[in-house]
C-alpha cells in the first residue's frame, strides 16, 4: 500500500490514520499535502464529534520522510507548517493516540493536537538542530505553550528523544497508558466527548487557542442554541443530555 492518510467515522469519533509503515510512518509530501483538506472533509461532517490521530501499528509518525527534504527543503516545511495549522483549526476536539516514535514532523503534529494520550514506551523528540533546520515560528510557540519556554530550549536545542513520562511531567502528553490499554482508553474518552456539547467545546476550544474576537458570536450562540436548557433539564431528569449544536450546521 503506498503511503496515505487512512481515515474512517464511527460512532461520532473520526480516526486518521498515518499510513507509511515501511518508513515508520514518516510523512511524505503528498501526505502532507492531503491532510488539510482532508480535516476540511470531517471538520463539515455532522457525524463526526471529535477526532482521533494515530499512526499505523507501533509508531505514530517518525517525521518528514527525509527523502522530502532533498529538493526543496522550505517546501517540505512549508507543507508541514500548513498541515499543522490545520490541525490546529480543526474546530472539534482532536486526540493523538501515539505509540512508538513520535519525532520531528510527528511531534508538531502532536502537539497541535487538543489533547495527546501515549503508551509506555513511547519516545518523543523535536529534531530539526540535527538537520540544520529553522523549526516554524508557529510550531515553536506551540511547543512552548505546551511544556515551558526550558524544556522547549531542551528539545529543540538537543533534538535528543524524551519518554513518555518525562513528557507528561512536562505537559507534553496528558495521560500515559500501560502497554496494551491505549486504543481502550481512547474508546473511553472520546465516547464522554461525543456525549458533551459541541457548543461548549468549539467556543473552549476557540478561547483556550487565544482568540480574542468573537466572545459576541459565542454568547449569540449560546442563547440561541437550547444547550444550557436541555443541559440543566437532562441534569434533573437524571439521564443523558440530547445535544443537538453543532459545528457543521
Known amino acids: ?27 511524505t509530501a503528498d501526505m502532507w499535502r492531503a491532510l488539510p483538506s482532508l480535516l476540511d472533509e470531517l471538520a463539515s461532517d455532522a457525524a463526526v464529534k471529535a477526532l482521533v490521530l494515530t499512526g499505523h501499528g507501533d509508531t505514530f509518525c517518525a517525521g518528514a520522510d527525509i527523502a522530502t527534504l532533498l529538493d526543496s527543503p522550505a ?8 498541515a499543522e495549522e490545520s490541525l490546529a ?29 501515549a ?6 523528540g523535536v529534531t530539526p ?15 512552548v505553550s505546551l511544556v515551558g519556554p526550558a524544556t522547549a530550549k531542551y528539545l529543540l536545542f538537543s533534538g535528543e528523544l ?5 513528557a507528561l511531567r512536562t505537559g507534553f502528553v496528558d495521560e500515559v497508558l500501560p502497554e496494551g490499554q491505549l486504543d481502550k482508553r481512547v474508546a473511553e474518552f472520546t465516547r464522554v466527548l461525543t456525549a458533551r456539547s459541541q457548543l461548549t467545546q468549539a467556543a473552549a476550544k476557540e478561547f483556550a487557542n ?11 450562540q449560546a442563547r440561541g442554541s437550547g444547550e444550557s436548557t436541555e443541559g ?18
Not at 96 to 102: E, T
Not at 119 to 124: I, K, M, N
Not at 129 to 143: D, M, N
Open 129 to 143: 538542530a540535527k538537520l540544520g533546520i529553522v523549526y516554524p515560528a508557529s510550531a515553536t510557540r506551540r511547543l
Open 89 to 117: 483549526a480543526f474546530p472539534k476536539p482532536i486526540l493523538a493516540a501515539i505509540r512508538g516514535y513520535c519525532v520531528g514532523g510527528g511531534s508538531q503534529l502532536a502537539a497541535a493536537c487538543d489533547l495527546r494520550f
Open 210 to 220: 487565544g482568540r480574542e474576537d468573537r466572545d459576541a458570536y459565542w454568547a449569540q
Open 232 to 249: 440543566v433539564a437532562a441534569f434533573l431528569e437524571r439521564r443523558r443530555p440530547r445535544f443537538t449544536w453543532t459545528t457543521s450546521g
Open 75 to 82: 517546501e517540505a516545511q512549508a507543507l508541514a507548517a500548513r
Open 119 to 124: 503508551e509506555t514506551g513511547s519516545l518523543f
Open 162 to 166: 524524551i519518554d513518555a513520562e518525562r
Open 1 to 27: 500500500m503506498e503511503p496515505q492518510l487512512l481515515h474512517s467515522v464511527a460512532d461520532g469519533v473520526a480516526t486518521v490514520v498515518i499510513h507509511h509503515p515501511a518508513k515508520r510512518n514518516t510523512m
